[in-house]
């Protein structure tokens, strides 16, 4: 069963104002107008910072629909579910702001989309409120950003063609970030401190964040060690040093629940990991080292009272990132390399125009809300799914045509 399709509006942002909002806001705006084809609103809680982003969009941007609900109040996002079929959500830290909508979500059947990427927060919502999506019709589809969009889309695409030319999916799949040009915003920064904190308080939470099938159904475990790359390690395939990459920790999870929501479609022994090049030679090793003293630094320096305030002194605030000209000087390059258990070995490469965390994102989660209310179909069932289980092919589609990816085979052997 899915929401009727008689409600005010395809599509809510809800959080237009975050700093991810406003460039979501300004894409769909960009790209679809107002009250065309596409009939949509923006939400969040202050009525004035809405009414100046949209004196900040011109005057297209004076035409937008608003509704006003806060986070915290119940009754004003049961309101806002109720006049539309999806909901984008970057209110966050999730883990802080997000369980009520969620909730409401859930409780009236609306499909939602999101940017989170605290794999806690994601368990947790999927073993409350799995079984009454299921019935309610709701479709809810968390990391639609930089994570894990290219990474979970990514691996889809990749077995996809594994198939076609090898006839079998690869069991292995290493994901490479070659380049990733940007820059962190206050909202990432307070949702990572937010977990190293938690992490640091709860033991059993620093267990779940280190099991790689945390979110798949529990039915879905396999006894192949995954690999996880903890220190600096030389890459035999591409000839540069290694250093861990920070979204590995959430990405890897969301692509094995993606596996595990495709009936195991990569094999029951499938294997991912994703790490960053620091470059050649001594250089190369050198910057990985530095890499992985940097994060150990930030997580440490984050999970502690006395020394929190001296990270918060140094990263961007809330609503605080990089700007417009950041934005678009940005641009990612990620390499996975796949093999059969057979021994064939397939390369294929992610781009994405614009910074990955912000313009990239943006655009990323915006065709996942359209693709939500345009491209799924209505028989598709209610629960908690990931970007490549439910979107598929029709969000690439959208990503290679709209918003500025590019997913294509480098080598097959
Ligand atoms: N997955 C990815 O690749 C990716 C990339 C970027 C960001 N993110 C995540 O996306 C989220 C947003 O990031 P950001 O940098 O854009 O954050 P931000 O600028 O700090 O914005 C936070 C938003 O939450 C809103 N908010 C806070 N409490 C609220 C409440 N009670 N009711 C309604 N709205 C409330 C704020 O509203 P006001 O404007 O009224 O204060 C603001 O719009 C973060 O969780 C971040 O980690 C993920």
Redesign the pocket.
Known sequence: MTKSTDTTYDLVV?????????ILTRYLLETYGVGQSVSWAIA???QG?LDKLKGDLGPKGTELPVII?????ESSLQVMCDQTRVIIS?????AL?GEPLVQACVRTGTDYC?????VQWIRKMVERYEEEAQSSGARIVH??????IPSDMGVWFLQNKAEETFGAPCRDVRMRVKVAKGEF????V???MNVAREAAADPQLRKELANPFSICPPEHRSTTRQPSLKGAEFDKTFNVWLAPFV?GAINTRVVHRSNALQGARYGKEFTYDEAMMTGRGAKGRLASYAIIGGLAGFFTASAIKPTRWLVEKFVPK????PSPEAQKAGFYDLRFVGRTEDGKTIITKVTGDQD???GS?GKMLGEAGMCLAFDVPAEQPGGFWTPASLLDGKLLERLTSKAGLTFEVVETR
């Open positions: 809800f959080g237009a104002t975050s700093f991810v909002g406003q969040g809680r202050s910072k609900a806060d986070a915290a109040d970057t209110v966050g830290p999730y702001y999101d940017l989170t990427g605290e990391c639609c950003g930089f994570d894990s915003s206050g909202g990432t307070a949702s990572m979204m809330p609503g605080e990132g990955p965390g912000y994102t």
